[in-house]
């Protein structure tokens, strides 16, 4: 039985491009997985709790000595990783904001991503002690930005930290195949925001072909 986790970060609930697309591609998906388990967070109606120095002393302390405030502490982190580890595709739909992530997606992140949990840490490793702990999962990540050129050789390249964000940390979420399709231009509202959520639309049966077709190293 295939889980999907679909996740939305946009504080809008109408009009919002990132949340179509990803609603979209979950349709899409249901067609070709059928029974599909879908998860839902919706990061804007029911917003993460900031990281606090109590989380972070209970996150680093073994699971066997916490006390009754450490389990209270992370009690939301463990929730969200338990629907991450049941995942095995992510479909993540959210906005640029600031020319990164909005606040709600960045504290889930602070929150899933843990200690023994989604990565462990060895300074035998030497100079990259950190290593993930789940895998095999599949990200598909759906933008939406109110400018444009965020792609690797565009104009604004250097001011993109959405997707190249998250593609630095997604081992540590367990995804092995990192897909992205984004929305670009929507504060112009002019023929070339038309296109590029028609372009995004027309590439979304693809990518649902992709995530069905099974395990893939990279994208
Ligand atoms: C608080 C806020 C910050 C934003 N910052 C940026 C930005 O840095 N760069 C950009 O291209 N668009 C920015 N935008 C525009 C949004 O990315 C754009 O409206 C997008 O369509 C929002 O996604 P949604 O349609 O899913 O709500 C911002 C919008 C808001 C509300």
């Known amino acids: 039985m295939t889980v999907i986790l679909h996740i939305d970060a946009s504080a809008r609930t109408t009009r919002s491009l990132s949340r179509d697309l990803s609603t979209s591609l979950v349709a899409l998906l249901r067609e070709r997985f059928s029974g599909a388990v879908i998860l839902r967070r919706d990061l804007a109606s029911d917003p993460p709790p900031f990281v606090t120095e109590t989380w972070i002393k209970a ?3 073994k699971t066997e000595a916490r006390t009754t405030a450490d389990r209270a502490a ?6 969200a990783i338990a629907e ?11 906005p640029m904001y600031n020319y990164g992530l909005p606040a709600a997606l960045k504290a889930w992140v602070d929150q899933v991503v843990r200690v023994d949990r989604t990565f462990s840490f060895d300074l035998a490793r ?11 999962k599949a990200l598909a990540l759906l933008t939406a930005s109110g400018e444009f050129g965020f792609a690797p050789g565009s104009i604004r390249e250097t001011w993109n930290h959405l997707d190249t ?15 992205h399709i984004g929305i670009e231009y929507q504060e112009f509202g002019d023929a070339r925001h038309a296109r590029s959520v028609a372009e995004a639309k027309a590439a979304l049966p693809e990518l649902a072909d992709r995530l069905a077709s099974g395990p893939e190293t990279s994208s």
């Open 126 to 136: 030497g100079d990259w002690p950190l290593a993930p702990i789940l895998g095999g």
């Open 84 to 94: 991450l580890e049941r995942a095995d595709i992510i479909v993540l739909g959210t």
């Open 165 to 179: 964000h998250l593609r630095a940390l997604s081992s540590y979420l367990g995804v092995a195949q990192f897909h």
């Open 59 to 61: 996150a680093f302390t």
């Open 74 to 79: 992370l009690a939301w982190s463990d929730a």
